[in-house]
């Protein structure tokens, strides 16, 4: 490990690709495998910071801390949990913008595991295709829910959306807190981060503009 290089990138938001970095053999064992694994790294953690593991209190925390990684905060890493996104044809011939605003985002910074905490807004121009509201939220949830920089998160929200509409016509926008900012370092409690990504007509200033009218709006 290059510590020299870790502490002189800081705290740089460096994402290396589009893709989640996954090695080629991350689902080779199974969940209960990894609970496993992750409750014993844990608890050597928990003893080396001189954490009594004896107490009730604590006992069961490596558990508690390894299920919780794998089944929860990080099961968008896993492409099987991938919501099923149905589409149905535009009949009713739709052709103006749809916006779903203010979804949850609850993600974790790849860069020290702490929480990213904010909202995404998505909007689209339907062609032949739309689809299920909540279907939105379901995705943003399973991109959120791995080790993420905020820039991929947003791009992988939108070029899937993009490919189940089959429309460049997307627009997706994330604001959010994170504690690797407001907890540590400089400790910061009021900034908020804000990305956004889109493609299509969206690249047009006024309907840019349309959309960010409409998330104004209460």
Not at 33 to 45: D, L, P, R, T
Not at 118 to 128: D, L, S
Request: with cysteine; net charge neutral.
């Amino acid at each position: 490990m290059d510590i020299e290089k870790i502490q002189s990138q800081g705290d740089q938001h460096i994402a290396t690709s589009i893709q989640t970095p996954l090695r080629d053999d991350a689902f080779s064992i199974s969940d209960a495998e990894k609970i496993q694994h992750i409750q014993h790294h844990f608890q050597k953690i928990m003893e080396v910071l001189g954490l009594d593991l004896t107490d009730d209190s604590l006992s069961g925390t490596p558990y508690r801390f390894a299920k919780m990684y794998v089944k929860e905060l990080f099961y968008g890493l896993d492409s099987k949990n991938r919501p099923k996104i149905s589409t149905f044809e535009n009949k009713y011939g739709y052709k103006k913008m749809l916006v779903e605003q203010d979804i949850n985002i609850n993600s974790s910074c790849e860069h020290h595991f702490l929480p990213i905490v904010g909202h995404a807004h998505v909007g689209y121009i339907p062609k032949n295709k739309v689809v299920g509201l909540s279907k939105i939220n379901r995705l943003v949830d399973y991109y959120a829910h791995r080790p993420q920089v905020q820039e991929r998160l947003c791009l992988q929200i939108l070029n899937d959306l993009q490919n189940i509409l089959e429309t460049k016509d997307v627009i997706v926008i994330v604001q959010a807190k994170h504690l690797c900012v407001s907890s540590r370092g400089i400790k910061d409690k009021d900034s908020l981060t804000t990305t956004q990504e889109y493609g299509g007509v969206f690249a047009n200033t006024e309907i840019r503009s349309e959309f960010f009218n409409l998330l104004k709006r209460e």
